[in-house]
């Protein structure tokens, strides 16, 4: 078995995992959150999203919490994407000063239909330009493909409709493709079958897995595709996020799992897995509940027994 | 990767889930329990441990339970194993009827005297006469060895010595040797290692994994063992039991997370996922809490929302 010597995990809590709170989070929390994630050595932290307000009420302070992120005095050599549905989207993430911005289509025609109102190819149609314009001002461009492992309307998804919408991705310039399995019924079966496909059309260094933790397979499904080369994963602190597809269930793999499984298995991700949990209970602690990841609970439960 | 076609699953939440609640859980459940596990397919129950009340309370019912699951008209082909740490033990569980009874040795030298308080050859050398009596008395014993991957107090455990405890109870007559994660630090990487060296002695059809799913690595560390032709694993309705080591934290996997993760890779069972989520959520409720499992908390969402 081979496996990577080094893995670059994109934190995406402070977008994918706060976006779906009903509470609205204070800008200040916000900042202070991807302030933490930073110091904690995480490099890549998508920190918002530039979707209409009346839409994502929770990412109303894009514009505040991008300025103020990359105004503070942040470590060199962080990325900040955020993402850009559309081109007044990303023109509103340019003018706060976004040097990376992501994109995203779905592997599924009836999730393209319900979830953005068109279909897939519609869909790239609609990002090509801002990955024209962002290519033009020097801009990176991420993209996600969801629902590559299953679709909460559908159910199976071919492999090859996820290795074609993540070409024309590549293909319209983005430098990554982030394959989401947004409902987290992948299984290392499943997940090896659509890399498989993939890897025919997009190289394993330009490729990130974005695996939900629903059913308890992320940790499974990250070994499974560090196998195959993969070396980028999503994933979001605390386990932030949730499932809006199945209330109470658990979304995004927690950050602190996956470092915890790949420092494990002798695989360097330059982070700090006590500031990251740290940081998982603080802002688990703000928006008012546990933190949902296993790893957490345990170091939190063995911290309290040696200082009993 | 080759799979096995088929896996048999051994519940050890009557048990091994219940033996650390502190308040005690009546026969009647107990018992229910049981029967609902057998009904959902389980062919392989647990169902107490003939160890002194003195020591653990919560199984002062165990001939109780026993004769009552055994009287009972219970399906064909069930085995009900239960603990059986020495001799007076294993007499207790012989009057009660038991037909397999169950061992354990550590692989760790401190886990050994903490635990039990006494060195491992010395806990080895006890079981000697329980599995002797009881090939005589034509009952099946099961052996397990505990902290395969690591020790609450020596930490990194030696392949070698998992091994080299795992041949002894096979040559005491043990038909099956359960390899436990008993605090879940085990990863893909530290279970293959583990498991090398355990296959240069034991065959792949004499083992169980019994992995703990404290940090979250259990499912895979089930796909690395089933690469390496394990097709036995322990589990527990519900994800019950906790963690001894650190409360709060999770400890045996869900008997449901590895029906779920098995039927996906397309691996038979032959138990029933949705009447053990209900015996997940039933038993959860008994006992006062929600269900700690990932499968039981999403399918519980999913049926909620589409109730609704």
Not at 20 to 48: H, M
Not at 178 to 190: E, R
């Amino acid at each position: 078995m081979t496996l990577p010597r080094k893995v670059r995990l994109v934190e995406v809590g402070p977008r994918d995992g706060l976006q779906n709170e009903k509470q609205l989070v204070p800008a200040d929390i916000k900042v202070e959150l991807i302030r933490r994630l930073a110091a904690a050595g995480l490099s890549t932290i998508e920190v918002t999203s530039f979707v209409s307000p009346k839409w994502v009420p929770q990412m109303g302070d894009n514009t505040e919490v991008l300025t103020r992120v990359l105004g503070g005095a942040a470590p060199a050599g962080l990325d900040y994407p955020v993402l850009t549905p559309n081109l007044k989207g990303f023109e509103a993430a340019l003018a706060a000063g976004a040097r990376e911005v992501a994109v995203f289509g779905a592997a599924s025609e009836s999730f393209s239909q319900k979830n953005i109102n068109c279909s897939i190819a519609e869909s790239l149609e609609r990002f090509r330009p801002v990955t024209e314009v962002a290519q033009a001002a020097g801009v990176r461009v991420r993209g996600y493909v969801s629902c590559v492992a299953g679709c909460p309307y559908e159910g199976a998804v071919a492999p090859e409709k996820v290795a074609e919408v993540a070409e024309t991705l590549l293909a319209m310039g983005c430098y990554e493709i982030s394959l989401g399995d947004t409902i987290g019924t992948g299984n290392p079966v499943s997940i090896r079958r659509m890399l498989d496909a993939v890897l025919r059309r997009v190289p394993a260094e330009r490729l990130a897995g974005h695996y939900h933790d629903t059913y308890g397979m992320a940790a499974a499904n990250v070994c499974a595709s560090l196998e195959m080369g993969v070396a980028v994963f999503d994933a979001s602190v605390g386990g932030l996020g949730g499932c809006p597809y199945a209330a109470g269930a658990s979304g995004n793999v927690a950050t602190e799992d996956l470092v915890w499984l790949l420092h494990g298995m002798g695989i360097d991700t330059g982070i700090d897995l006590d500031a990251l949990v740290d940081t998982a209970a603080w802002i688990s602690a703000e928006i008012g509940r546990e933190p949902a990841s296993r790893v957490a609970r345990a170091v939190l439960a063995k911290r309290a027994k040696s200082c009993a």
